[in-house]
C-alpha cells in the first residue's frame, strides 16, 4: 500500500521546515485571500473569528463521503469550527458560525495530533480535515507531532476552495487527496451567498494548484479506496445559482476532461435561508435541474467521479453537532450498509 507523502517530507526534515513557514504566516495572517494581516500568533482574532489554537468541534468515523473514501470503517472526519467564508446556506452552521460557542472548543497541537492518532486506531481509512483553511497552518504542525508518534494514514483537504495558492504549495506533499468545492462559476454569486469578493478567482487558482499537484489521476491502493487524487465537487443549487455547466466547462477545458467530479444533491435551504431574504435558494432542488446537471456532465464528456441519490441526499446529510461524537443520525445506516 502506498505510504503518504508527507512520510518522505518528515524523514527529510522538509515536512518540519514547512510548518515553520506555515505558522510563521500567523503573524500578519494571510493564509486565505481575505488576507486580514492580524497577528494571530498574539491570539489576535481575524476575520474568520480564528485565532493561534485550532478548533476542533467534532471528529468521527464519517460515511457519507465519496464511497472511494468511506471503505468499511468511514473516513476519520476532523471538524474545525469555525470558516473564511459566510454560506447563508451552510449545512454545519452550528459549528461554522456560531463564533463565541466554537471559541470554546480550542484544542493544543498535541491534542489535535492525538485526535490523528485517535481516528487511526479506531480503523479510519484516513485523516479527512473538513474547513481546513483558516487553520492550515495549525493542521500542518499537528500533522508533524502526529506523524513522529506513527500516523500513517492519507490526508484529505475537505476545503471550499477559498484557499491562498501561496498556503497550496507549502501543502504540496503534506495533503494527499484534495477535495474541494467549486461552489459558484460567478463572483456575483460569491458576493451574494457565501459573503467574500472574487470567489470564482480565488476558488478557480487554488483548485488549479490542486490539480498541478495531484494530476488527473485517481490512486488507490491494494484495498480499492483512495490513497491520492483530486476530486471536485459541485453542490447543485437551485436556479442553477452555482453555474454548474460554466464550471464543469473551466474544469475539462483548464485542467483535464478526466478530473473525477462529485456531482452534490444534498442541497437544503437551512441557515439563513428563507423566501424572504433569498427567495432563489429558498427551496430543495428540482428533479429537472439535477437530470439538468447530470446532462451537462454527460454532453461534456467527463466520466470520472460520483452521483449522489437524488432521493436521499437532503436527509441523509443533515447534521446536528449537537451530538458531537455522532453528528449524523444515518451513522448507523452506513455501518450496516457498509459491512467491514
Same mark, same amino acid.
Given at each position: *500500500? ?17 510548518? +515553520?513557514?506555515? *505558522? ?21 482574532? &481575524?476575520?474568520?473569528?480564528?485565532? /493561534? ?26 471538524? /474545525? ?17 456560531? $463564533? @463565541? !460557542? ?11 495530533? +492525538?485526535? $490523528?492518532? +485517535? ?12 474547513? #481546513?483553511?483558516?487553520?492550515? #497552518? ?41 477535495? =474541494?468545492?467549486? @461552489?459558484?462559476?460567478?463572483? !456575483? ?5 457565501? @459573503? ?8 478557480? %487558482?487554488?483548485?488549479?494548484?490542486? $490539480?498541478?499537484?495531484?494530476? %488527473? %489521476?485517481?490512486?488507490?491502493? #491494494? ?23 460554466? &464550471? ?8 483535464? =476532461? ?5 456531482? *452534490? ?6 441557515? @439563513? ?24 456532465? !454527460?454532453? /461534456?464528456? *467527463? ?7 437524488? !432521493?436521499? %441526499? ?19 445506516? $452506513?455501518?450496516?450498509?457498509? =459491512?467491514?
Amino acid at each position: *500500500m502506498p505510504n503518504p507523502s508527507y512520510l518522505a517530507l518528515l524523514e527529510s526534515g522538509a515536512l518540519a521546515e514547512r510548518v +515553520e513557514v506555515l *505558522m510563521n504566516s500567523l503573524a500578519s495572517c494571510n493564509i486565505c485571500p481575505r488576507d486580514c494581516g492580524n497577528n494571530r500568533l498574539e491570539n489576535e482574532l &481575524s476575520a474568520c473569528y480564528s485565532g /493561534l489554537l485550532p478548533i476542533v468541534s467534532s471528529y468521527t468515523p464519517h460515511f457519507g463521503e465519496e464511497p472511494a473514501l468511506v471503505g468499511g470503517r468511514g473516513a476519520g472526519n476532523v471538524f /474545525l469550527g469555525l470558516c473564511n467564508l459566510r454560506c447563508v446556506y451552510c449545512q454545519n452552521y452550528q459549528i461554522s458560525q456560531t $463564533f @463565541k !460557542e466554537q471559541q470554546r472548543r480550542e484544542v493544543s497541537f498535541e491534542r489535535l495530533a +492525538e485526535i $490523528f492518532l +485517535e481516528l487511526q486506531d479506531r480503523g479510519c481509512h484516513n485523516i479527512n480535515w473538513v474547513s #481546513p483553511t483558516h487553520f492550515a #497552518p495549525q493542521l500542518a504542525k499537528s500533522l508533524l507531532i502526529a506523524a513522529q508518534r506513527g500516523l500513517r494514514l492519507p490526508v484529505v483537504y475537505n476545503t471550499n476552495s477559498y484557499d491562498s495558492v501561496e498556503v497550496l504549495r507549502l501543502l504540496d506533499g503534506v495533503v494527499d487527496i484534495y477535495l =474541494p468545492d467549486l @461552489k459558484y462559476s460567478a463572483d !456575483e454569486a460569491g458576493r451574494e451567498y457565501s @459573503k467574500v469578493t472574487e470567489y470564482t478567482r480565488h476558488s478557480r %487558482a487554488a483548485i488549479a494548484e490542486m $490539480f498541478r499537484q495531484t494530476g %488527473a %489521476a485517481l490512486i488507490y491502493g #491494494p484495498d480499492g479506496l483512495l490513497k491520492r487524487g483530486l476530486i471536485i465537487r459541485l453542490l447543485v443549487l437551485p436556479n442553477d445559482i452555482a453555474g454548474i455547466q460554466e &464550471s464543469l466547462r473551466w474544469i475539462r477545458d483548464e485542467l483535464s =476532461p478526466k478530473v473525477a467530479v462529485s456531482l *452534490m444533491a444534498q442541497y437544503f435551504p437551512t441557515n @439563513k435561508v428563507g423566501a424572504d431574504r433569498y427567495p432563489l435558494i429558498s427551496r430543495k432542488i428540482r428533479w429537472s435541474e439535477w437530470l439538468t446537471a447530470i446532462e451537462q456532465i !454527460e454532453s /461534456l464528456e *467527463m466520466e470520472e467521479g460520483w452521483l449522489q441519490d437524488f !432521493e436521499s %441526499a437532503a436527509e441523509y446529510y443533515k447534521p446536528d453537532f449537537g451530538n458531537r461524537d455522532a453528528p449524523f443520525k444515518d451513522i448507523a445506516d $452506513f455501518q450496516r450498509a457498509r =459491512p467491514d
